[in-house]
């Protein structure tokens, strides 16, 4: 942790490499350090991985005080002045100044907190019921804090415009909280926090929440645009196309072409939906739609370029010593295998259908069985093959010369 910077980025490197359960326990040991200072830097590359992963992690102040807002937080460098959502590194500043002007009922926030880890509903139910409202009552009249320039990199404005949108947006976290929660979200509900958010000038962040906490985007776009298009609704337009912006600029941060494929197949699932969604409600906003089919392409390409790449590395380069392998990795070879059906599957949904079936038979085609194999492998090739082209392609593999 305490590493220069070469050797730090070169952890970091390892890291976007490991597998699942090592970043969860590499995220643990930086939980568990009183002072995580570089320890933060050092994860700070895996948080689209941990978003996907969600483990377990100890309930502090500061997560609790930011829970509602979770979908908002941005690195650093994807966040400038005037955007949506909050950068990272006023978490940790806004989290010790409401402490501190909370005294008692901040010190007996946090023992309530003590040695409960983030899934515990309960206790983040009931702390957040005493935190969140006296963070929107206090927090856009408290003072910065004299290191804030040094700990955040931000001015004395973008810290009033931060505590400010901050504020309003957590006088909503219970509400938001019981619509997420909901098996079919309430309408009503959404009209409401809305027009709420509106009120307080912070519409876009809201529509862009809502999007995140609810897992598609038709019934918030919807509401938006409804709201949008009554006379004199200047402001309302403005925020419907940034949240659009902020949306489509998420799927565009979000590291498909790197993260494991497994994480990477549902994060496409819920990109194709998020895309559907905003297609579907830009039909008559010739820029809208010109920014969707953009991001539509860039993902389209970034998923044509990672299974081409996974067929090769990710499966037959595994194969080479097939006759070799142990039961494991004869297993780990066919979740390699179904991990990228999944997200062909998906894929396809974007278009490259061509490519996908091209990509599919060449892999049947090097998972032939060369001369002389035994049965034993000939049989571990057919599973393989079942599984990217299904039982007709292994049947008339296995009955092949």
Known sequence: MTAPGNELRGVQRDLRGARDEQIIRVVAMVDAMPVRGAADALIAPLRARLAQLRPCRPLTFARLLFTPLDPLILPAPRWGRGAIGVPRTVVAPFAALLRAAMREEGAAIEARLAGHMADRQDILAEAG????????????????????????????????????????????????????????????????????????????????????????????????????????????????????????????????????????AEELRRTCGLLADLAARAARRPLRQARVDEV?????????????????????????????????????????????????????????????????????IALHPPAGEDAAGRIDRARLVEILQGPDAARAMLAAP
Do not use: K, N
Not at 301 to 310: H, L, M
Not at 315 to 322: D, F, K, M, S, V
């Open 129 to 264: 019921a005493a935190l969140w409202p006296r963070a929107t009552a206090l927090l856009p009249g408290l003072p910065p804090p004299p290191d804030w320039a040094a700990a955040t990199g931000l001015s004395v404005g973008d810290y009033a415009a931060l505590a400010g949108s901050v504020g309003a947006m957590l006088a909503h976290a219970e509400p938001i909280a019981r619509l997420a929660g909901a098996t079919a979200p309430d309408g009503g509900e959404i009209d409401r926090l809305l027009t709420a958010a509106a009120e307080a000038g912070v519409l876009a962040m809201m529509a862009s929440l809502l999007v995140a906490r609810l897992g598609g985007a038709g019934q918030v776009l919807e509401a938006l645009d409804e709201l949008a298009a009554r006379p004199g609704a200047t402001a309302e337009r403005d925020a419907a196309e940034r949240a659009c912006a902020f949306l489509l600029d998420g799927i565009e941060a979000a590291p498909l072409a790197t993260m494991p494929l497994a994480s990477a």
């Open 296 to 364: 539509r392409r860039e993902v389209d390409a970034s998923c044509r370029a990672r299974f081409t790449g996974e067929i090769d590395a990710g499966l037959l380069a595994r194969t080479a010593g097939l006759a070799a392998a142990s039961d494991a990795d004869i297993a780990g070879i066919e979740a390699a295998a179904r991990d990228l059906r999944r997200f062909e599957t998906t894929a396809r949904r974007l278009g490259g259908a061509e490519l996908y079936d091209r990509e599919l038979r060449r892999a049947a």
